[in-house]
Nanobody
């Protein structure tokens, strides 16, 4: 049984930083496609950052240079480091993993099978 447990959300002022964590069990994060999505009220779920077993990473244009997706293989945990946060980054953030091992580009939500419970990130100006 695959479980993804998220932590690290919160409220910050614009320009601040947060790190989201996604601890996995039942699936080895380093060997599969994994990603972070976000969903703001009234908007569709949006892929923010993705990675795969090769270490390749992809980001949506709006977060390039500010967000970094990474894995801790020993802890079997996926991270999203978010710097220079903006009010428009406010959303519920979800981690997700797939049975696939190689992912080309930032893939849609339907590609991913397992999801975390969500972490609220609120950025105020």
């Amino acid at each position: 049984q695959v479980q993804l447990v998220e932590s690290g959300g919160g409220s910050v002022l614009a320009g601040g930083s947060l790190r989201l964590s996604c601890a996995a069990s039942g699936l080895t994060v380093r060997s599969h496609c994994a990603a972070w999505f976000r969903q703001a009220p009234g908007k569709e779920r949006e892929g923010v950052a993705g990675t795969d077993s090769t270490g390749r990473t992809n980001y949506v244009d709006s977060v390039k240079g500010r967000f970094t997706i990474s894995k801790d293989n020993a802890m079997n945990t996926l991270y999203l480091q978010m710097n220079s946060l903006k009010p428009e980054d406010t959303a519920m953030y979800y981690c997700a993993t797939s049975e696939s091992t190689v992912c080309t580009g930032l893939l849609p939500a339907a590609w991913y099978t397992y999801w975390g419970q969500g972490s609220q990130v609120t950025v105020s100006s």
